[in-house]
T-cell receptor, first 113, second 114 residues
Framework: AQSVTQPDIHITVSEGASLELRCNYS??????LFWYVQSPGQGLQLLLK??????LVQGIKGFEAEFKRSQSSFNLRKPSVHWSDAAEYFC???????????FGTGTRLTIIP | DAGVIQSPRHEVTEMGQEVTLRCKPI?????LFWYRQTMMRGLELLIY????????DSGMPEDRFSAKMPNASFSTLKIQPSEPRDSAVYFC????????????FGEGSRLTVL
């Protein structure tokens, strides 16, 4: 069964600093990978996705993620965070032909001035 | 488009009462999902529909939970009888399908069972 692990429950970063959120997946074939963001009191919004091709994918709000098959990872990065990036971030894995997504437990991001 | 619309946004009820959560998906989306979010278990997929037909309900916790989609623009998730452990935020999401992976989530219904 497919699964996703987000090892960091909570991360605190200074505004303007770089960010990397970790995601490891378990899946038998090439997975479909996603990052979603959830602002307080809101539903989840898609940041970016990887299906195939270039392993570095760009998303909205200046985020990017890199798929590394050898490490079973899909880490999310941003070179300089803004206070508005404070939110919860979820990594998810999907399966071609199956619309189900399996979400990780999330990483809560706090931004300090 | 107005996005996925859920109601009510907040529901407080007493144990044993029936709870009905409602969802209107984005027009034209073929897939509808119900997720539950709790601190302990994170986001869990309860059930999803394709063209109004339930495809996978393996995440529905027990018989107290039921979901219907009578037409393409409306779905309900019902809990009867409700229990305190059902307290959670319930999200509805819809998608175009075709393995796009992009789910559009509603703002959620926060359920508290006393």
């Amino acid at each position: 069964a497919q699964s996703v692990t987000q090892p960091d429950i909570h991360i605190t970063v200074s505004e303007g600093a770089s960010l990397e959120l970790r995601c490891n997946y378990s899946y038998g074939a090439t997975p479909y990978l996603f990052w979603y963001v959830q602002s307080p009191g809101q539903g989840l919004q898609l940041l970016l996705k990887y299906f195939s091709g270039d392993t570095l994918v760009q998303g909205i709000k200046g985020f990017e993620a890199e798929f590394k098959r050898s490490q079973s990872s899909f880490n999310l990065r941003k070179p300089s965070v803004h206070w508005s990036d404070a939110a919860e971030y979820f990594c998810a894995v999907g399966d071609f032909g199956n619309e189900k997504l399996t979400f990780g437990t999330g990483t809560r991001l706090t931004i300090i001035p | 488009d107005a996005g996925v619309i859920q109601s009510p946004r907040h529901e407080v009820t007493e144990m044993g009462q029936e709870v009905t959560l409602r969802c209107k998906p984005i027009s034209g989306h073929d897939y509808l999902f119900w997720y539950r979010q709790t601190m302990m278990r994170g986001l869990e997929l309860l059930i999803y529909f394709n063209n109004n037909v339930p495809i996978d309900d393996s995440g529905m916790p027990e018989d107290r939970f039921s979901a219907k989609m009578p037409n393409a623009s409306f779905s309900t998730l019902k809990i009867q009888p409700s229990e305190p452990r059902d307290s959670a935020v319930y999200f509805c999401a819809s998608s175009l399908g075709s393995a796009t992976g992009e789910l559009f989530f509603g703002e959620g219904s926060r359920l508290t069972v006393l």
